[in-house]
């Protein structure tokens, strides 16, 4: 991967985790607000965070890792800021492990968060969310090797 795909990759996934974390912080302010004293709204509550928690940090690993990669880019190959992007692949892997966990947490949220409501709705937002489960790791399947 060239350091130009990288940068387009580093950007994307910044702000998809930028987007998906900002609907939990809000998804969270509905559960924490709540008057419910069911487990279940406090599981959600917890996955909720735990997940925001997650992308937060590929937020901020991502968005930081973009300077570097331009200044790699941008400058002469004298070694010392080529050696800034050595670690970039690796933590480009760590975040997306921590994507992909938060992602696999902010979905049984989803899934627990039906049973706050009632067992038909617990049974119906477990089933989407394992539906949801099932077509994230299509999807992963297809693009990782």
């Known amino acids: 991967m060239t350091p130009e795909m990288m940068i387009e990759v580093f950007r994307q996934l910044a702000f998809?985790?930028?987007?998906?974390g900002g609907f939990i912080f809000g998804f969270i302010a509905v559960f924490l607000t709540a008057s419910s004293r069911k487990r279940a709204a406090g599981w959600t509550a917890v996955l909720a965070i735990a997940s925001a928690v997650g992308f937060l940090i590929c937020v901020l690993g991502w968005t930081l890792g973009v300077p570097v990669l331009h200044m790699v880019i941008s400058a002469p190959q004298n070694g010392s800021l080529a050696a800034l992007s050595d670690p970039l692949?690796?933590?480009h892997r760590l975040l997306s492990g921590i994507f992909v966990f938060s992602m696999f947490l902010f979905i049984?949220?989803?899934g627990i968060s039906g049973w706050v409501r009632s067992r038909t709705v617990g049974i119906a937002s477990c089933s989407l969310a394992g539906i949801?489960?099932?077509?994230f790791l299509h999807i992963l399947r297809i693009f990782t090797h």
Not at 16 to 20: G, R
Not at 132 to 135: E, H
């Open 132 to 135: 949801a489960v099932a077509m």
């Open 108 to 110: 049984i949220s989803l």
């Open 16 to 20: 998809i985790s930028a987007v998906i």
């Open 89 to 91: 692949p690796g933590l």
